[in-house]
């Protein structure tokens, strides 16, 4: 693993299958592949930076293993996220039950957490409508009451992945976290350089 700095640490939860390590690929590699499935052991680390603005945040992103057995594992790796991406299958109604246990989880556990629900493998009904099996209006109601954003999105063919990293990386550049956090490194700058033109001033006398 790199050493590198993590300015924002998100994680991804949601049903096994639905395709979280899917999403990460798509999004860090620009690729689909969509061989046999095969299912995530404990979690993947990846760190990707990304353009807000002037600066270049970079996010540190945890893949969980959907499948139940995990369930403990995954809670290791929500604690200090400032994002959650909590994804269900638009074609796997059971899915959407298990995101909103993943939802009420963190609304009891991780406040601080901002909650984006994603819909995936938005191809699949885009190429035939009858098997969707997650209304969008139910999933956009459910998204206002518990204060959480909502994508639907394609790993297969990239649609409204790059809108979705996008928008969490944005929401924590404008959050408080992250202005506290360079709030106080500007502090500690301003703390040196009186520092440093007390010494200079000293010197001269
Ligand atoms: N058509 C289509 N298939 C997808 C999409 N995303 C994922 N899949 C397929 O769904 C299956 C599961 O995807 P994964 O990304 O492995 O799912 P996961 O949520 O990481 O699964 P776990 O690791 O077990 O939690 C794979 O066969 C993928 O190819 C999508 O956007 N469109």
């Known amino acids: 693993m790199s050493s590198q700095r993590v300015d ?6 949601g049903k096994e299958s639905v395709g979280k ?13 969509g ?8 979690a993947a680390f990846v760190a990707k930076p990304i353009q807000v603005g002037e600066k270049v945040l970079t996010l540190g992103i945890w893949d969980t293993a959907g499948a139940e057995r995990y369930e403990a594992m995954s809670r ?6 400032c994002a959650a991406i909590v994804c269900y299958d638009l074609t796997d109604s059971s899915s959407f039950t298990r995101l909103k246990f993943w939802v009420k989880e963190l609304q009891n556990c ?14 699949l009904i885009e190429a035939n409508r009858s098997i969707r099996q997650v209304d969008y209006h139910d999933t956009l109601d459910y998204a206002e009451e518990v204060k959480a954003e909502l994508f639907e999105t394609s790993s297969k063919t990239g649609r409204n992945v790059d809108e979705l990293f996008q928008k969490v990386a944005e929401d924590f550049y404008n959050s408080t976290a992250f202005q506290v956090m360079t709030g106080t490194s500007i502090l500690l700058q301003q703390e040196r350089e009186t520092a440093q ?7 001269h006398h």
Do not use: W
């Open 35 to 42: 061989g046999p499935y095969q299912n995530t052991i404990g």
């Open 110 to 123: 991780e406040q601080q957490c901002k909650i984006y629900m994603c819909g995936t493998k938005s191809d």
């Open 76 to 81: 290791i790796y929500y604690r200090g996220a």
């Open 21 to 33: 390590t899917s999403l990460v690929e798509r999004y860090v590699h620009k690729r689909f592949q």
């Open 197 to 203: 033109r007390q010494r200079r001033s000293c010197c």
């Open 8 to 13: 924002a640490k998100v994680v991804l939860l």
